[in-house]
């Protein structure tokens, strides 16, 4: 049996990076520990709105998804999808991008890599297609819901072949900062935020590592489970 509903594979920095620090300080969680932890005060934004703004990105933890969340098919287990995740890991070596920047995605705003971004991309699709035995398919329903969005050819075949539309060529890294906001509250978080996160603009984005997190169901925050290095 599965001690999770659902499990996902993240870039998620360690707590004690400069990245690391500001993601759980401004979601008011250690993703490593699950501990509550004081949230940011950033100048112009109120507390309460911070809070009202980050609920999705509370509950996934503050990560850039690879392999987007999935349940465990019958037959296959935890501690199985542990050793094939590490044997796939110490087969791939570690990602080099450009610096990361705010943007607006849509109606959200992530931190986003720049140029190059290739790599991550493979990295990425390697975990969603070597992994995918793991996968328990999605139903009809749980797919429909994924449409109704409204999708591209593309991204309906993802769906149907990875349970994911935004996996492969659709994929596009981001580490998550806010829920989807109206036009003056993301100009208005932008604003505030740009600033705040400058410093950790500067230098390459490295993903030296992937991690496991766990589902617990129940709209209860994601748990992380398990760092696995790059390359051994």
Same mark, same amino acid.
């Given at each position: 049996m599965s001690d999770y509903q659902r499990y !996902?594979?993240?870039?998620?920095?360690?707590?004690?990076? !400069?990245?690391?620090?500001f993601g759980d300080a401004w979601l008011g969680r250690d993703a490593e520990t699950g501990?509550? #932890?004081?949230?940011?005060a950033i100048e112009g934004l109120d507390g309460?709105? #911070?809070?009202?703004?980050?609920?999705?990105?509370?509950?996934?933890?503050?990560?850039?998804?690879?392999?987007?969340?999935?349940?465990?098919?019958?037959?296959?287990t935890r501690s199985g999808l542990e050793v094939a995740i590490n044997d796939l890991a110490v087969r791939l070596t570690p990602v080099r991008?450009?610096?990361?920047?705010?943007?607006? #995605?849509?109606?959200?705003?992530?931190?986003?890599?720049?140029?190059?971004?290739? @790599?991550?991309?493979?990295? !990425?699709a390697s975990l969603v297609r070597v992994l995918d035995d793991f996968r328990e398919?999605?139903? @009809?329903? !749980?797919?429909?819901?994924?449409?109704?969005?409204?999708?591209?050819?593309r991204q309906e075949a993802c769906l149907v072949q990875w349970g994911y539309p935004y996996v492969m060529e659709e994929f596009r890294f981001h580490l998550t900062l806010t829920n989807k906001l109206d036009a003056e509250q993301a100009q208005r978080f932008e604003t505030a935020l740009r600033p705040v996160v400058a410093p950790l603009c500067q230098d390459p984005f490295i993903v030296s590592d992937i991690c496991l997190f766990g589902d617990p169901g129940d709209g209860k925050p994601f748990r992380f489970l398990k760092r696995f290095s790059l390359g051994g």
């Amino acid at each position: 049996m599965s001690d999770y509903q659902r499990y !996902a594979l993240y870039y998620a920095p360690s707590s004690q990076s !400069a990245l690391g620090r500001f993601g759980d300080a401004w979601l008011g969680r250690d993703a490593e520990t699950g501990n509550d #932890i004081a949230r940011l005060a950033i100048e112009g934004l109120d507390g309460g709105e #911070i809070v009202a703004a980050t609920t999705s990105p509370v509950r996934y933890g503050f990560h850039g998804t690879l392999k987007p969340p999935f349940a465990l098919k019958d037959g296959q287990t935890r501690s199985g999808l542990e050793v094939a995740i590490n044997d796939l890991a110490v087969r791939l070596t570690p990602v080099r991008c450009g610096p990361l920047t705010l943007k607006a #995605i849509g109606r959200f705003l992530a931190l986003v890599p720049t140029e190059p971004v290739g @790599e991550l991309g493979k990295l !990425a699709a390697s975990l969603v297609r070597v992994l995918d035995d793991f996968r328990e398919p999605e139903d @009809e329903a !749980a797919m429909n819901k994924r449409r109704a969005v409204g999708l591209t050819d593309r991204q309906e075949a993802c769906l149907v072949q990875w349970g994911y539309p935004y996996v492969m060529e659709e994929f596009r890294f981001h580490l998550t900062l806010t829920n989807k906001l109206d036009a003056e509250q993301a100009q208005r978080f932008e604003t505030a935020l740009r600033p705040v996160v400058a410093p950790l603009c500067q230098d390459p984005f490295i993903v030296s590592d992937i991690c496991l997190f766990g589902d617990p169901g129940d709209g209860k925050p994601f748990r992380f489970l398990k760092r696995f290095s790059l390359g051994g």
